[in-house]
């Protein structure tokens, strides 16, 4: 299997310094500060990242899981929210919200929450970001 990276630059000290974030494969490269990261600041910041990388994976895997189950989704729209707080050790990410709708014909939905839940569960991104709570809410589209 492939080994993904990206990189980072940071100039200066914290709150007046700069820096920029590239994917490996060249697709994105933008830059970040200490406002885009913990005001509203242009720019991406790492958390803006992961929201990303974690509603890709889920969409993935819930598209996977209801194919093996004979489901052929005609889409599947995810949005990763990752809520970074102060806390008293400093500032962490102390949740992910999921928020996906989902268009599958034929399928009810409560089979559909159980490929959501086992999706949000086995997703790869899921299993690295374990340590915080990870919460669903699924929508099943007519």
């Not at 630059?9 to 590239?22: D, H, N, S």
């Not at 995810?78 to 919200?97: C, E, P, Y």
């Not at 599958?104 to 790869?124: I, M």
């Amino acid at each position: 299997m492939p080994v993904r990276s990206s990189n980072a630059a940071w100039e200066g000290g914290l709150k007046g310094g700069k820096g920029t974030v590239a994917l490996g494969s060249g697709a994105f490269q933008g830059p970040y500060s200490f406002g885009s990261r913990f005001e509203d600041g242009s720019g991406t910041n790492p958390e803006e990242l992961i929201a990303a990388a974690h509603a890709g994976c889920f969409s993935m895997a819930l598209a996977a899981g209801l194919e093996r189950a004979g489901h052929s989704p005609e889409k599947v729209a995810t949005t990763a929210r990752v809520h970074l707080n102060k806390q008293d050790a400093g500032f962490a990410i102390t949740a992910i919200d999921l928020d996906c709708e989902a268009e599958v014909p034929g399928l009810a939905n409560d089979e559909f929450q159980t490929h959501a839940r086992q999706a949000k569960e086995g997703c790869p991104v899921s299993k690295a970001l374990a340590a915080v709570e990870i919460r669903l809410e699924a929508r099943l589209l007519s």
